[in-house]
């Protein structure tokens, strides 16, 4: 793992410039108001289906990016690829308690804010919170190691772009925020349900170090130029709770992962606050 903290604003833009060229040359940007499939039905996880994540590209001619896309996403976030670099920054979060709603898509269980929930800022930019939804196991793996479950904070820019905070969990002590939900997860269909005031301020990130870099959804249509922001701290969740997730799908007990993609010469940063400056 290397690390960078004497010149980091050299690394950090290059990052962003990565970012850029990526949005302006043959990859896709995400720039749509619904930019992942609401009806999750068409495909599924299970290889040998003919709609399984090897056939996504092949379902749907809008789906093509899901084969022949160089910036996809889950990766498998290895230590030997890492650069550490503390001055990327803390993340910023502003979020505020908003009228919710909750859905089953097919393959997970969605909650969508339906009025503003805050934001989060990301080098200057604000990218408004849309939903959250769940992955079992989790979709992120680090130095190949997969937890029991990842969730997924969908934000949006003024312009379009896709931030997608991850977290990953593993089995333990119940999660504070889905604790609040299970009333609602097992009594929900395929309409929205609404659910009242959700706040997603109780969704708890557990530390301050984060892995970033550029991706894509990890559904499709699998659109490219996601800024994906990866929270190190494994937190915990309880075997009831996943279960729960994975019961009110309508294929019950099938994962709801997609297995980790090409990283494809990507750069992935950490933000470490503990780094010193000059070590190496």
């Not at 990301?122 to 479950?149: A, M, V």
């Not at 929900?188 to 706040?199: A, L």
């Not at 970033?212 to 490219?224: F, H, K, M, N, Q």
């Not at 994962?255 to 990507?266: F, V």
Request: net charge positive.
């Amino acid at each position: 793992m290397a690390v960078y903290s004497n010149n980091p604003s050299c690394l950090i833009s290059l990052f962003f410039t990565f970012f850029i060229l990526s949005s302006h040359t043959h990859f896709s940007i995400c720039n749509s108001s619904e930019p992942e499939v609401e009806d999750e039905t068409p495909f599924t996880y299970l290889e040998g289906t003919g709609k399984g994540p090897r056939r996504w590209g092949q379902i749907n001619p809008l789906w093509k990016v899901c084969d022949k896309g160089k910036l996809q996403s889950p990766i498998d976030l290895l230590d030997e690829r890492v650069q550490v670099v503390r001055d990327l920054g803390e993340l910023k979060r502003d979020y505020n308690p908003a009228h919710a709603t909750i859905k089953n898509r097919g393959h997970d269980v969605t909650v969508r804010w339906k009025e503003d929930a805050g934001k989060i800022i990301i080098n200057g930019t604000d990218f408004k919170l849309l939903q959250c939804h769940w992955h079992s196991p989790s979709e992120h793996t680090f130095n190949g190691t997969r937890y029991n479950l990842e969730l997924h904070l969908i934000h949006m820019s003024s312009n379009g772009t896709i931030a997608v905070i991850g977290i990953t969990y593993k089995y333990g002590r119940p999660d504070p925020f889905l604790a609040k939900l299970p009333s609602h997860i097992s009594s929900i269909g395929k309409e929205e349900k609404d659910i009242g005031i959700v706040n997603p301020g109780d969704i708890k990130f557990g530390g301050r170090k984060y892995y970033r870099y550029i991706g894509s959804l990890t559904v499709p249509p699998c659109t490219e130029g996601v800024i994906w922001t990866i929270v190190k701290k494994v937190r915990t969740v309880s075997r009831e709770q996943v279960q729960v997730l994975r019961d009110v799908v309508h294929d019950g007990i099938e994962a709801n992962a997609r297995p980790t993609q090409q990283l494809e010469g990507r750069p992935i940063l950490l933000y470490d606050p503990g780094v010193k400056e000059g070590s190496k």
